[in-house]
């Protein structure tokens, strides 16, 4: 699980997080959402230890990464897995070499163990025999895949994704929004995933932080946004009329 | 005020290079690759500007010899001093700083654009050690490449000599010997390894910190050229008034 209290940042006179609590729970999908510049991508930065903030704490299992020495902040980056919005991968190495990367740096493995690991979480994403590819030569949703399998290969404890769907077809963004949960679900671990995508709201989002101006507006999970009457919420998940519909019908086929 | 904001940011980052080493199984390699990229890929381009650079040097300096009283000698004397002193070093340099440090400030800018810089400091891996001090390490293999172009300099002012018929070889042989300086070699090559320090390190902090997009990267890269040259020009300056005056 992870915790944060209060947390507040700056880019000098400009106040972008302005005391954010909340959890993030362990074994669930827990989205960020809110429209451009509401602060999702630099709370997350935060999250990840990339931005330092002036105040509040975050916590993850109890360690305050603040208080954390340089080793410890590094045993625990060992931990965390993050999938890039443009997929980060090292473009002078092959797929293989890409999510073989965590293997080598952090642990001792021998050769062969790391090679059966990439085997393993290669097949897992379904990209078997795309090993000796280099990123240039996969497409967006392949190399989505590729960063999952290389956030995945080191057993990481928490999973962050920056809008894993942007640039993506509806089809394979579906494949991807599952393919995050049933990872979330099978190692039971805490994923955090910053979205602008409504369908991924609707489908995956078990718990879902809204952030606007900075603050958070609301909080819930993919069922109770159905129900909320709170207008800065609705205004922007329903703001289409396909999802205004949606909302009607559930609304009606559930009684609510 | 800026300037001295960014010297300290830049004496922050060489700290930092040195901090929390990668695993050596991964340097090596990483070595082994900036090597290939930064000093093997340079061979060419030294070997030709400094074969007809040295023969420019010879050409202009015989073509300036109108006085009979003058020995022809004067012409490898002079093309030795030049391209020792000089050219190899100091010139091959700036060149360098076009070449070398164009691809450096490039390739770690686009890291940086695309988010791979991130990635790895996500994954707690001190990003500038395991992409600068590779290419430090890379460039203490410099001075051969100096050498190379020295020697190369020198043949190519042979060559003219031999095919200009401006003098005789025995006549550019004994020139080259002629009051030779054994300590103005290691002067050059003092000179050398402080270039190739800056030649690995402005680029990178060019591209480590840069902002924006693709055509930053670009201008990264013209900035990160007229910085590394001017740094050289006036390093040169300093360790040739400390060295030999």
Redesign the interface.
Known sequence: MIEVKDLHKSFGDTHVLKGISTTFEKGKTNLIIGQSGSGKTVFLKCL???FDYEQGSISYEGRIFSKLT?DQ??????E?G?V???S?????MTIAENVKF?L???TKQSNSEMDDRVNFVLKRVNLEGAHNKLPSEASGGMQKRVAIARAIVNKPKYL?CDEPNSGLDPKTAIVIDNLIQEITNEYDITTVINTHDMNSVMEIGEKIVFLKDGLKAWEGSHETIFKTDNETVTDFVYSSELFKKVRKMYIEENNL | MNYLHYIGAYALMIIEIFK?P??W??MKKLIL?DIDDLIIGSLGIVAFISFFVGSVVTIQTALNMDNPLVPKSLIGFATRQSVILEFAPTFMSVIMAGKVGSFITSSIGTMRV???I??L?????NALNYLVFPKLIALLLYPFLISISMFLGIMGGLAACYFGEFATINDYVTGLKEDFIPYHIIYAFIKTFGFAFLLATIPSYHGFYMKGGALDVGKASTVSFVWTSVAIITLNFILTQILLS
């Open positions: 990840l230890g990339l340089e902040k590094r045993e625990l980056r060992s965390i993050m890039f919005q443009g980060a991968l090292f473009d002078s965590p080598r740096m952090f962050f | 929390k990668t695993k199984s991964v690759k695309t988010e791979q991130d990635a400091e996500v994954m707690g891996i």
